[in-house]
């Protein structure tokens, strides 16, 4: 049996939100020129406007709501779902329809849309329009999201408003830069929780790219514009999910009722490129209008100087979406409830209320029970594997939030309070980290040794030459024959009669492909470029390498578009065997993207008459999401 330390905190009215920032102190030091020291506080918000402190969130000795901490400048009605984003030390959340902020002086300021007057648009401060804005989460470069209803936004933060380290943040003048609100993602389901997840450091590519694979899988396209609705990879529980997990451009994980999906954003890199190429672009400013054509990037509108004010704001606030976006299945089912732990799409949850992440990329899901009235605390991997930490918590838990001490908080509505449970979590820092003490020397590991072996071929080590298409590939023979089946195999003295020979061919095989795969084989690991991948994965089965195998058509998943999903199924379905579970997910893509597809590749459906069964199953798939559809 499993023990919880766990405590309840009444409150005079129900909790609306827990956010955690950090407050300068010691304005002494500042004035003689020393850095101030800072400390976290930690805010309860109510839905009548009010923000209550709740000491000792740092530590763990004890915690107690304190008193009303005092607003100035605007008096909201409401506060919900509040968010702290260090680009601007601010704390963002929701007045009604509109979209607050709360500086360090505790100064409140309506920065998108109106009250009172609620709507749907996109658009610059006031001129945006939300029917409940909720669920906020920042990526601390510049960007703000939340839902409003079916949709997701983006909120573009003008760089004026980026905080000075060591100074406190301020209200923005009244007539200066507002910030711009676009649409990036519609799900056709209410939207119940959103989260940010911060970008895992990238391998750099393994090798050139060249020719793309059966039907050109390339990287996948990300956040696009003017609310159009997003590609989805129905990629749960599988090596796809860990790969997207592992994105340099981060990514948000949202919530439907009973699923939790992934919605890629773009990589640095590519935000740029799209910036440069938008302002090379004849008429590239009117485009990139807010509530323009997919693709549309953020910050030019009428009456700015043009694309290349794009791109400087690009430069300044990080990455602008430059795509339709690329939604997974992260875990659980959008047409099934249950309780169930397990892999992603085999998870079932009863009734998401609301989703928290730590440091390492988890999330943490407050799932009500309606049946029972009782609400579990669920843990979400970056794989997707679902494991439940508490249960049979009394009432309807919902809003959770990690506080600093490791704590997780969630809101209760009746009775008023605050649950708070030891859970011994570890939450994303709030302060930068302080300078890295200098390393020492790298420490050797056998995959770098063996990395650097086989880069240096030759230097007359190796006991047999590779052949394949125009290259040659000096290998050591014991190495493959110990990391390899096919090789173990083909190597073997009593196996083929060509065995011994100092010079063996692979016919039909990439270089390229090889390549990696003869790395993968030395060291373990291989970063496949999207190019590559299905040469990769084709080559990885008839050599008997499964797990490069299903780490290639992972990649491949990742980077399906409406113009190569049908010719990956094709060529899916043509290899069989261990390439069957992509293909069903392939297929999976392909129905809930159908409109997409048709849209942008429609010849390319042309090609489905080469597999009748295949044309058969995207159209029993179609016609089973059109009546899940029309009965909710």
Request: negative net charge; contains cysteine; hydrophobic residues 40%.
């Amino acid at each position: 049996m499993v023990y919880l330390l766990r405590c309840q905190i009444p409150t005079v009215e129900r909790p609306a939100g827990v956010v955690s920032r950090p407050v300068l102190e010691d304005d002494d030091q500042r004035a003689e020129g020393r850095p101030p020291r800072a400390r976290i506080q930690t805010l309860v918000t109510t839905p009548d406007g009010h923000v209550l402190e709740l000491s000792g969130s740092a530590a763990r000795d004890g915690l107690r709501l304190g008193p009303s901490v005092e607003l100035r400048a605007s008096a909201p009605s409401e506060i919900w779902d509040p968010c702290y984003d260090s680009f601007s030390s601010s704390i963002f959340a929701n007045d009604r329809a509109a979209v607050i902020r709360i500086t360090d002086d505790n100064a409140v300021a309506n920065v998108a849309g109106r009250p009172d007057e609620a709507g749907e648009a996109d658009g610059e401060g006031p001129a945006a329009r939300f029917v409940d804005p909720l669920c906020f989460s920042t990526d601390h470069q510049g960007h703000v999201y939340f839902v409003a209803g079916l949709r997701i936004c983006q909120a573009t933060l003008p760089g004026e408003w980026r905080a000075v380290p060591g100074e406190p943040s301020l209200a923005a003048a009244p007539n200066g830069p507002q910030l711009r609100v676009r649409t990036i993602h519609i799900e056709p389901v209410e939207i119940w929780a959103l989260t940010y997840l911060p970008a895992r450091p990238a391998a750099p590519a393994a090798g050139p790219g060249p020719a793309a694979g059966p039907g050109g899988a390339g990287a996948g396209s990300s956040s696009g514009g003017g609310g159009a609705g997003g590609s989805r990879a129905n990629s749960a529980g599988g090596a796809a999910g860990a790969a997207a997990s592992s994105s340099p451009g981060g990514c948000l994980v949202y919530a439907t009722r009973t699923a939790l999906y992934r919605l890629q954003l773009p990589t640095p890199a590519t935000a740029a490129a799209e910036a440069e190429a938008a302002a090379a672009a004849p008429g590239a400013a009117a485009a990139a209008a807010p509530g323009a054509a997919p693709g549309a990037a953020p910050g030019a509108a009428a009456g700015e100087p043009g694309a290349a004010a794009v791109a400087a704001r690009a430069a300044d606030n990080g990455p602008v979406p430059p795509g339709p976006p690329v939604v997974s299945l992260l875990a659980g089912s959008q047409d099934e409830e249950g309780v169930l732990d397990g892999p992603g799409r085999h998870a079932r949850f009863r009734r998401i209320q609301g989703l928290a992440a730590d440091v390492d990329g988890a999330i943490y899901v407050a799932d009500y029970n309606t049946i029972s009235v009782t609400t579990s605390v669920r843990r979400v991997a970056p794989d997707g594997m679902v494991t439940t930490l508490a249960s049979g918590l009394e009432g309807a838990c919902q809003r959770p939030a990690l506080l600093p001490n490791g704590y997780l908080a969630l809101c209760e509505r009746d009775p008023p309070s605050l649950l708070v449970l030891d859970l011994g979590l570890k939450p994303p820092p709030l302060l930068p980290n302080p300078p890295a003490a200098r390393a020492g020397p790298p420490r050797r590991t056998l995959h770098a040794d063996m990395g650097a072996l086989l880069d240096a071929q030759p230097d007359g080590t190796a006991d047999l030459t590779l052949v394949v298409g125009d290259r040659r590939f000096p290998v050591h023979r014991a190495i493959l024959s110990a990391r390899c089946d096919y090789f173990r195999q083909r190597l073997a003295p009593e196996g083929f009669a060509d065995g011994a020979a100092a010079e063996l061919s692979l016919p039909d095989a990439d270089p390229a492909a090889f390549e990696l795969l003869l790395r993968f084989i030395y060291i373990g690991a291989v970063d496949i470029p999207p190019a590559l991948a299905p040469a990769v994965a084709e080559l990885a089965d008839r050599l008997l390498l499964p797990e490069l195998c299903s780490d290639a058509q992972a990649v491949v998943l990742s980077g399906v578009s409406a113009d190569t999903v049908v010719g990956l199924m094709l060529w899916a379905e043509r290899l069989g065997g261990p390439f069957a579970r992509l293909l069903t997910e392939l297929r999976e893509w392909a129905v809930l993207n159908y409109e997409g597809v048709r849209r942008e590749a429609g010849s390319s459906l042309k090609r489905l008459a080469e597999s009748p069964d295949l044309m058969m199953q995207l159209l029993d798939g179609m016609s089973t999401r059109a009546k899940r559809g029309r009965t909710g």
